[in-house]
T-cell receptor, first 114, second 115 residues
Framework: KAGVTQTPRYLIKTRGQQVTLSCSPI?????VSWYQQTPGQGLQFLFE???????NKGNFPGRFSGRQFSNSRSEMNVSTLELGDSALYLC?????????????FGPGTRLTVL | AQKVTQAQTEISVVEKEDVTLDCVYE???????LFWYKQPPSGELVFLIR??????QNEISGRYSWNFQKSTSSFNFTITASQVVDSAVYFC????????????FGTGTSLTVIP
């Protein structure tokens, strides 16, 4: 079974721009979660989508948004980029939504904001 | 408040030594899950183990073993006879019943195995 895939793997943007990251979950998985990883803040939960609905949201500003499509693929969007948004963005998928399930992570998208 | 604490920021060991990575968690839920993930330089988080709060049996998988103690809220991870390929950052994570797939990660322990 193919793992979680994320595109693109690397992105360079400038302040004020917006960016869209994509995540394809493991086949059959319906939950997709997004995390931001930075040296200062570590791994922080952004949001989770299950069956095209946002189930849970972390403590991030409204500039961070996401959506999920009927095939479970997910996108996250960051608008009006700031320097502090430079991070590794990790996507994880699981079969269901709920603490009983193991999440499997993709390789991440490394975003650099100049 | 930090829900998961990994007090060891960096550890270096010589190949073939045993090493234990500590993880202390905090939760009010009676049902919760604990995880360990490995992050090699490539960046992808690799799943290692999951335990639920009702199963305190220790587990051994090859050179890896885990010690879960609810009394001390700890979920420690031991690598026996470490190898250079074990060099990575290791994360402990907690998920609670009421927050679905939201993981609370520790800050990670960077392990370097010196040949």
């Amino acid at each position: 079974k193919a793992g979680v895939t994320q595109t693109p793997r690397y992105l360079i943007k400038t302040r004020g721009q917006q960016v869209t990251l994509s995540c394809s979950p493991i086949s059959g998985h319906r939950s997709v979660s997004w995390y931001q990883q930075t040296p200062g803040q570590g791994l922080q939960f952004l949001f989770e989508y299950f069956s095209e609905t946002q189930r849970n949201k972390g403590n991030f500003p409204g500039r961070f948004s996401g959506r999920q499509f009927s095939n479970s693929r997910s996108e996250m969007n960051v608008s009006t980029l700031e320097l502090g948004d430079s991070a590794l963005y990790l996507c994880a998928s699981s079969f269901t939504s709920g603490s009983t399930d193991t999440q499997y992570f993709g390789p991440g998208t490394r975003l650099t904001v100049l | 408040a930090q829900k998961v604490t990994q007090a060891q920021t960096e550890i270096s060991v010589v190949e073939k030594e045993d090493v234990t990575l500590d993880c202390v968690y905090e939760t009010r839920d009676t049902t919760y899950y604990l995880f360990w993930y490995k992050q090699p330089p490539s960046g992808e988080l690799v799943f290692l183990i999951r335990r639920n709060s009702f199963d305190e049996q220790n587990e051994i998988s090859g050179r890896y073993s885990w010690n879960f103690q609810k009394s001390t809220s700890s979920f420690n991870f031991t690598i026996t006879a470490s190898q250079v390929v074990d060099s990575a950052v290791y994360f402990c994570a907690l998920s609670e019943t009421n927050t679905g797939n939201q993981f609370y990660f520790g800050t990670g322990t960077s392990l370097t195995v010196i040949p």
